[in-house]
């Protein structure tokens, strides 16, 4: 096998994955590197073979739509905190989308956890807001803050509308944690 086919298996590999995953063809395109066109190929062949490809959004949104309520940020605070643990690399630097989807597919587990076990209704980030939370990380636009009260990291992003004190904190003064 070539090079070059090589290359194009690894991307579809990859196209497909992300796919089947919920993210977004235009994260599709960052990531593998693949045209609409092509990533729309993939989408057929993929419907032709009796799969199902469910998403959950159909854009990429920024930390001022994912995170509007304490509930939102305590979720991303835990998948992005669970990202930091995860990611091989510097989550500051770069995207690690191996680490990322392995992160979001713990932080899926916990959640449908402690939904089972009635702990109410919990915000839902999906795959492709996590990948955009990440992408803020990357560029700066959100950070990680420790909090030196309940020594747990939460997210901040710059673009949030809501308090930027401990959302863990927060909780636990409202006497809902």
């Known amino acids: 096998m070539s090079g070059a086919s ?44 009796g799969l ?59 959640r449908e956890e402690a939904s089972s076990t009635g702990a109410g209704r919990l915000a839902v980030i999906d795959i492709t807001d996590a990948w955009c939370l990440a992408a803020e990380l990357r560029s700066g636009e959100a950070i990680l803050e420790y909090c030196d009260e309940c020594e747990v990291h939460y997210f901040t992003s710059v673009n949030q509308r809501v308090s930027e004190a401990c959302p863990f904190c927060r909780e636990e003064m409202l006497g809902i944690a």
């Open 6 to 49: 090589q290359g194009d298996l690894q991307r579809n590999l990859l196209c497909r994955e992300m796919l089947l995953m919920g993210f977004v063809n235009s994260i599709i395109e960052i990531e593998a590197g693949l045209t609409y066109k092509q990533i729309r190929r993939i989408i057929e062949s993929m419907k032709a073979e």
């Open 52 to 110: 199902k490809i469910e998403r959950k959004s159909r854009s990429c949104r920024s930390g001022a739509t994912i995170i509007q309520s304490a509930a939102s940020r305590i979720q991303a605070g835990i998948l992005m905190s669970l990202y930091k643990s995860i990611s091989s690399q510097d989550i500051e630097k770069t995207l690690d989308l191996q680490g990322l989807t392995t992160a979001f597919r713990i932080y899926s587990g916990l």
